[in-house]
């Protein structure tokens, strides 16, 4: 079984900066996609970012040129590099590992953009 272990979250003021881990019991080097997910308080569980392939990432727009993903395949983990913080950006944040067509969550970790 995969496990993922988000870490990171935390409580930051607008503007601020948080990296976001997630670490996965398995070796990554071949699973694709991986991805990073938001939940906002009362809301679905939304994309935020998604590495489908070597070289071929996606971002949501409302955090396109604030966000970056990335990986440590050496690490068997995967990161979400959030700047520019906003209120909105609020919520838990989870990770995401397609293993055999099944998909993976870690249990989410929580990020808090207040004053």
């Known amino acids: 079984q995969v496990q993922l272990v988000e870490s990171g979250g935390g409580l930051v003021q607008p503007g601020g900066s948080l990296r976001l881990s997630c670490v996965v019991s398995?070796?990554?080097?071949?699973?694709?996609?991986m991805g990073w997910y938001h939940q906002a308080p009362g809301k679905q569980r939304e994309l935020v970012a998604i590495i489908r392939s070597p070289g071929l990432t996606n971002y949501a727009v409302s955090v396109k040129g604030r966000f970056t993903i990335s990986r440590d395949n050496a690490k068997n983990t995967m990161y979400l590099q959030m700047n520019s913080l906003k209120p909105e950006d609020t919520g838990v944040y989870y990770c995401?590992?397609?293993?055999?067509?099944?998909?993976?969550w870690g249990q989410g970790t929580q990020v808090t953009v207040s004053s």
């Open positions: 398995v070796n990554i080097f071949s699973i694709y996609p």
């Open positions: 995401l590992a397609v293993v055999g067509g099944y998909n993976n």
